[in-house]
């Protein structure tokens, strides 16, 4: 079974800086299937990257994904006041002898 | 424009079986690559995948409450249902659906129902 793991747990930035968020895979994963979420507190998550790298509709060019094989970022060029959430990434597809979704831990960006 | 929407109790007792409903519009789960998934959220954790069922009616679930978890479509409804059976306080959450589309992700949430588990 994939298991999918977010550091830090904790990125404390300021608005403009750059924020680099790391998601490492167990065993290697394809990168069609791996995505990046923004949860807002009370709010339900928002899609921000799939397939790795691809902006999902509306979503600003300032976040940017990339990676392959276990290792995979996000990369928010310059933090608005807004970007400061929690961020999840995720694979979906075959886990071992099983297929299905798979969250990481999240990785909470504060002022 | 997609909408998705979770129902069902805010409260249920423990041992007592969980029956949520999604309806959703804009879509279709009767197109190819098109499915839904639940997912839920402890109060401050993580998200975590619980079940998915896609176009073709093909039903994933996660691994470690396969045995509780039972997922099923209403294509003329436009609802999917979830019911998770012996719930335990440790199944209080934040329950959502989504719309999955492979290759994509999950584009579209529902805002959520939060059910409590307790006597």
């Known amino acids: 079974e994939i298991v999918l793991t977010q550091s830090p747990d904790i990125l404390s930035l300021s608005p403009g800086e750059r924020a680099t968020l790391s998601c490492r895979a167990s065993?290697?994963?394809?990168?069609?299937?791996l995505a990046w979420y923004q949860q807002k507190l009370g709010q339900a998550p928002r899609l921000l990257i799939y397939?790795?790298?691809s902006r999902a509709t509306g979503i600003p060019d300032r976040f940017s994904g990339s990676g392959s094989g276990t290792d995979f970022t996000l990369t928010i060029s310059r933090l608005e006041p807004e970007d400061f959430a929690v961020y999840y990434c995720?694979?979906?597809?075959?886990?071992?002898?099983?297929?299905?979704?798979?969250f990481g831990g999240g990785t909470k960006v504060a002022i | 424009q997609v909408t998705l929407r979770e129902s069902g109790p805010a409260l249920v007792k423990p041992t007592q079986t969980l029956t949520l409903t999604c309806t959703f519009s804009?879509?279709?789960?009767?197109?190819?690559?098109?499915?839904v998934a639940w997912i839920r959220q402890p109060p401050g954790k993580a998200l975590e995948w619980l079940a998915l069922?896609?176009?073709?009616?093909?039903?994933y679930y996660r691994t470690s409450l396969k045995t509780r978890l039972t997922v099923s479509k209403d294509t003329s409804k436009n609802q999917v249902v979830l019911t998770m059976t012996n719930m335990d306080p440790v199944d209080t959450a934040t329950y959502y659906c989504?719309?999955?589309?492979?290759?994509?992700?999950?584009?579209?949430w529902g805002q959520g129902t939060l059910v409590t588990v307790s006597s």
């Open positions: 804009g879509f279709s789960l009767n197109t190819g690559g098109m499915c």
């Open positions: 995720q694979h979906y597809g075959s886990s071992g002898r099983s297929w299905g979704l798979t």
């Open positions: 065993q290697t994963v394809s990168s069609s299937y």
């Open positions: 397939g790795a790298s």
């Open positions: 989504a719309r999955v589309r492979h290759g994509s992700g999950a584009d579209h």
């Open positions: 069922i896609d176009w073709d009616d093909d039903k």
